[in-house]
């Protein structure tokens, strides 16, 4: 007769192993190239698109930017970036809440990177799935407007834990809404205590060159392998 | 609805794992889920019971393991908290580093064979 016996099967892994060993592909191709990635989280209409824009205007090596754009549908946000004259690529994600380090890839294996030194993803408008999910990127990037509220940071804090620099934006709005910036900080640092705090208004400009400073600082940073 | 994607990845591992040692039932699955998942673990066992239908996983319970994160508080020292803290539990005091809470692994498989 056939007997049924019960066992327990160690298994001690990272339920996302298959994810971040795609995010670590991701990281070797990138390194190889010598290209400095960026990974832009926010909620929907945060300002990642008018952020790129901004920084594809003053940008002195634009042509050796690279753009991905990922939004559930439509090609909006890659048309927008188009104008600017660089290297864009949109993934449409469909029901997927966030870039999936496979379709990032992919997207790269379909792009002409041969003169890329900057490349800028940014990421579905959403703070809960992308902070999940590595996509291989020197610098985690998360945007935060005035007009979401201060306690976001205490609402989300895995993509504030995870995140090098915080980006609070539209800072122009600040008379007309209620946000307690001092609080967003203190948190945020809480949250990493390296985090990168910059203030800026897409609008007035205020604060945008500083950050841009900081952009070109950090693609210096990073060299193709002699 | 993040839980969707979590749940396919556990259901994949569960999978290979129940093939690979021959089994014909799997029963129960331990995962250990940090508290600044956002993960609601109902939410994440009625999705897993639809996906396992049909599969060797059909049924399987799962039992997750909360983990805290813990705060660092500068006059008070270390503690654990259910949530994150922009203040120290204790003295509401601000000088708190909060750290870990974000596991997310499969600790084991009950299977019959
Ligand atoms: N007042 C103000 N509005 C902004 C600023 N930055 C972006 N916006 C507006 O916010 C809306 C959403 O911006 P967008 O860049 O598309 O956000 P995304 O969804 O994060 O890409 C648009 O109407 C922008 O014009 C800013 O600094 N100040
Ligand atoms: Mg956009
Ligand atoms: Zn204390």
Redesign the pocket.
Known sequence: METTDKMRVDVERSIQQSVEDISETIRALLAERGIFALNLI??????????IEALLSRYEGKGTVAVIEGDLETEI?ADRIRKHGVNVLQINTRSGCHIQPIQLLNALRRMDLSDTRLLIV?NV?NLVCPAEVPLGEDKRIV?L?VTEGDEKPLKYPLIFQTSDVLII?????LPYVKFDMDRVRRAARIANPRIEIFE????TGEGVPAFLDRIESFGDAKRPRP | MHELGIAEEILGIVLAEAERNQAKKVSAIRLRVGVVRAIEPEQLSFIFDHIARKTLAEGAALEIEEVPVRVVCAACGEMESRSFAWECPKCKGYEISVQGGDALEIVSVDIEV
Do not use: H, Q
Request: hydrophobic share 25%; charged share 20%; no cysteine.
């Open positions: 926010s909620s929907p209409g945060s300002g990642k698109t008018t952020l946000d940014e408008g945007l407007s934006t539209k800072t122009d709005l800026l208004s897409a609008v």
